[in-house]
C-alpha cells in the first residue's frame, strides 16, 4: 500500500469515460468518440452524461438490461443508466425476475462504502451502491436489494477489494464482478458498453424516473411527464450554497418557479445549479409542463445554526504498534470539497486532499494512508471542510507506539534470594541481560541507598548485589535495562519484606500414638514473639499440616500475639492439633505462620502419627 495519499481531484474527467458495472469478462466500448480535448462525447450533449447499453447476467435472476435501446423498446418505455463526468452513476437497468434496479439510491447504505455506485476516473476502479427498488419483495428471503460493486470476498473480512468491477483507462475494457449476496448472487455484466454517439432522433436517451419507495411508480407510461429535483447537501450555514441536481422526461418545458432570483426561469429538462449564498431556509420548485399535463418537485434547504460541524472520520488500525512499526489510516468526511492533513510524519503533513463532487451528500473524500515507521507515538489531525456550505469539521488519531520488551535470560531474571528477611537482615539481588551489543545499560532505583546508577548486566553468583541490613519494609528494588540504539526497554521488579519481631515456639517436633480408632489431642505448643526495635503491631497466626490430614483441627488459645508494653515482648499463645481417629500414621510437618503487616514468619513442627494399644504424646 502506498505511503503517499491518493488525492481525489474534483476535476472533468480528463479520459476516456468507459462502461457500466461489469465484471467477469473483459468489454470494449463501441465507437469511442473522443474529442481534442480527451473527453468523450456523449451520447446526448445536454445530459452531460454517457449512457450505457447491453446485458448483464446472474445465475440466480437472469439479464439484466441497461438501456432500453438494446431491444428497440424505449417507444414503450424509456430508460437507462448514465454516468456523469463526476463518476457518478443514475438511472436504472431492468430485469424481467426482479424489476427495476437504480443505480444511483439513495443511503441509508447497508455498510461502507456510504454512497451509490462511482468510478474513479485515474484508477478505473467501481465502488458503491445499486439496488433492486422491489427489495425482498422481488426475490423474498428477506433480501434488501442491495448489489455491492467492489469489496472483500464472500464470508472475509479486512484487506484490499477482493472483488472488484474496474475499467482500463486506456483501451476502456472492464472486468470484475458485483456482489447481490446469496439470493442474488454475482452479477456479470461482460456485455454492457457504452453508447454509440447518436441517440436516435426523436428518443429520450435520459433514465426513467423512479420512486425507490414507490416501485409502482418504476412502471411509467411512456407518454407520462416526470421531473426529479434534489440537493447534493440540504442544510448549510448562513451564508453557505448547495448544489441542485434536476431530470426531466416527457416534458416540453421546465420552470424554476421558487427559489432564489438567479434560479427562477426556463430550464433544460436536465442540470445542476449552485444557489446563491443562503441566509434563510429556502425551498427550491422546479415546474415542468407537457401535452398531457404538469408535474414538480421541491427540495427544502435549511440553514443550520452557527458553528454546526462537518462530520470527520479517522481511525487508525492498528491503534499501538510497536517501534519501528507502520498503522493504516483510514478516513472520510461527508460533503467535504477539501481536507488537510496536519501533525502525523512527514508524508502525511502538508497534503491538501480535494473531494470528488459525488453528489448527494456522499462520502466526497474516502481514502487510506500507511504511516511511516514510527520510533514514538504520534498524532495524526484530518481538518475538512466544504466550501460552499461552510462548515467545518476536524478529528485526530493518536498510534501509540511501544518499545519493545528487553527480554532477561531465562532463567536469570532480575530477583531477589530471599524475598522475606528477619529483621537487620540482608538478600541477594541476581540478573543477567544479553548484551552481545554492548549497547545495554541497567540502572537502578528504590530499594537503599547503595541501589544507584549504572548496575551493569550480569550480576549472578559471586556477583550478585548484597542489600545492606534492612530495617524497614517493604524494600521494593527496580531494575530497568534500556538499548541506547533502539530503545528497547526490560524493567524488573523485586520486592523484600522485612520481619519486625522473631517468632520462637518451644518445640520443634511431636509425636502421636492412636488407638482404638479414637481422635487424639496433642500437648500444647508455645508460641511467643520478640519485637524488634519498638516495634509493637499485632501478629496474626495460623497454621497447615503437610501432607495435610483430613479433619484435623488446628486449636490456638488465640489467633494473634499481641504486644505487652509491660513486658515490651508479645504474649505467649498456646497451640495443639486434633487428629481425627481415621488419619493415617506417617510423618507430616506442621507450619505456624505470623503475619504482620503482610510480612510472614514461619516456624515448623514435626510431627509423626503411629497406631499402637496405648496413646501418648512425647517430646523429642
Known amino acids: 500500500m502506498s505511503k503517499k495519499i491518493n488525492r481525489v481531484v474534483l476535476n472533468k474527467i480528463f479520459s476516456i469515460l468507459f462502461v457500466a458495472i461489469v465484471f467477469v469478462s473483459a468489454v470494449s466500448f463501441i465507437n469511442l468518440p473522443v474529442d481534442q480535448g480527451g473527453l468523450l462525447q456523449h451520447a446526448r450533449a445536454a445530459t452531460g452524461s454517457d449512457l450505457l447499453m447491453g446485458y448483464a447476467w446472474s445465475d440466480n435472476v437472469g439479464w439484466v438490461s441497461f438501456n432500453c435501446n438494446n431491444n428497440d423498446s424505449c417507444g414503450v418505455v424509456n430508460y437507462g443508466v448514465n454516468i456523469d463526468n463526476a463518476g457518478k452513476f443514475s438511472g436504472y437497468a431492468w430485469s424481467d425476475n426482479v424489476g427495476w434496479i437504480d443505480f444511483g439510491p439513495s443511503g441509508p447504505y447497508p455498510e461502507s462504502p456510504d454512497y451509490s455506485v462511482r468510478i474513479n476516473k485515474t484508477s478505473g476502479s467501481f465502488s458503491g451502491w445499486a439496488k433492486v427498488i422491489a427489495g425482498d419483495d422481488a426475490i423474498g428471503d428477506g433480501w434488501d436489494g442491495w448489489i455491492k460493486m467492489s469489496g472483500d470476498a464472500v464470508g472475509s473480512e479486512g484487506g484490499d477489494p477482493e472483488y472488484e468491477v ?8 472492464v472486468g470484475g464482478q458485483a456482489w447481490g449476496s446469496d439470493v442474488f448472487g454475482w452479477l456479470d455484466f461482460s456485455a454492457v458498453v457504452n453508447l454509440s454517439d447518436n441517440c436516435p432522433p426523436g428518443d429520450i436517451c435520459e433514465p426513467v424516473i423512479c420512486d425507490e419507495n414507490n416501485p409502482s411508480s418504476c412502471e411509467i ?27 426531466a422526461i416527457n416534458v416540453t418545458k421546465c420552470t424554476a418557479v421558487e427559489g432564489d432570483d438567479s434560479w427562477n426561469g426556463t430550464k433544460n429538462d436536465t442540470g445542476d445549479y449552485t444557489t446563491k449564498a443562503l441566509s434563510s431556509n429556502t425551498t427550491y420548485t422546479l415546474e ?40 493504516s489510516l483510514s478516513f472520510n468526511s461527508s460533503e467535504a470539497t477539501v481536507c488537510t492533513p496536519t501533525g502525523g510524519d512527514a508524508g502525511w503533513r502538508g497534503q491538501t486532499l480535494v473531494g470528488q463532487d459525488i453528489g448527494n451528500g456522499s462520502y466526497a473524500i474516502d481514502s487510506t494512508y500507511t504511516t511511516e515507521a514510527l520510533n514514538g507515538s504520534t498524532n495524526y489531525i484530518l481538518s475538512c471542510e466544504n466550501d460552499l456550505s461552510l462548515k467545518s469539521g476536524e478529528n485526530n488519531v493518536t498510534v501509540n507506539v511501544e518499545s519493545g520488551t528487553l527480554p532477561f535470560v531465562t532463567g536469570k531474571e532480575f530477583m531477589a534470594d530471599p524475598t522475606i528477611v528477619e529483621y537487620g537482615g540482608t538478600s541477594k539481588l541476581t540478573w543477567q541481560v544479553d548484551n552481545n551489543s554492548g549497547n545495554i545499560s541497567c540502572a537502578a532505583s528504590g530499594g537503599d541507598s547503595n541501589w544507584t546508577g549504572d548496575v551493569g548486566t550480569d550480576r549472578m553468583g559471586d556477583n550478585a548485589y548484597v542489600t545492606p541490613a534492612l530495617t524497614s519494609a517493604p524494600s521494593q528494588y527496580v531494575l530497568t535495562c534500556e538499548d541506547s540504539i533502539t530503545g528497547d526497554k526490560g524493567i524488573g521488579e523485586a520486592n523484600i519484606g522485612v520481619v519486625y519481631y522473631t517468632l520462637n515456639i518451644d518445640r520443634s517436633a511431636l509425636s502421636a500414638k492412636i488407638i482404638d480408632g479414637n481422635s ?65 500414621d506417617g510423618e507430616h510437618q506442621i507450619t505456624i505462620t505470623g503475619n504482620s503487616g503482610g510480612v510472614l514468619s514461619t516456624r515448623t513442627i514435626d510431627l509423626n502419627l503411629e497406631e499402637i494399644a496405648d496413646i501418648f504424646f512425647e517430646e523429642i
Open 166 to 173: 474496474a475499467a482500463n483507462i486506456s483501451d476502456g475494457t
Open 288 to 327: 415542468c409542463t407537457s401535452d398531457s399535463g404538469t408535474v414538480s418537485d421541491s427540495v427544502d434547504i435549511t440553514i443550520d445554526d452557527p458553528g454546526t460541524g462537518l462530520a470527520v472520520n479517522l481511525s487508525a488500525n492498528p491503534s499501538t504498534i510497536n517501534k519501528g512499526n507502520i498503522s
Open 520 to 584: 487424639v489431642t496433642s500437648e500444647n505448643v508455645i508460641i511467643s514473639a520478640v519485637p524488634a526495635g519498638s516495634y509493637t503491631e499485632t501478629v496474626s497466626l495460623s497454621a497447615t499440616i503437610s501432607p495435610p490430614i483430613n479433619g484435623a483441627t488446628h486449636n490456638f488459645s488465640n489467633n494473634q500475639l499481641i504486644y505487652n508494653a509491660g513486658e515490651s515482648t508479645y504474649e505467649p499463645v498456646t497451640y495443639s492439633i486434633t487428629i481425627p481417629p481415621d488419619a493415617d
Open 221 to 247: 407510461n411512456p407518454s407520462s411527464p416526470s421531473v426529479s429535483l434534489t440537493a447534493r447537501w440540504n442544510s448549510v450555514l448562513p451564508g453557505g450554497k448547495t448544489i441542485l441536481d434536476w431530470g
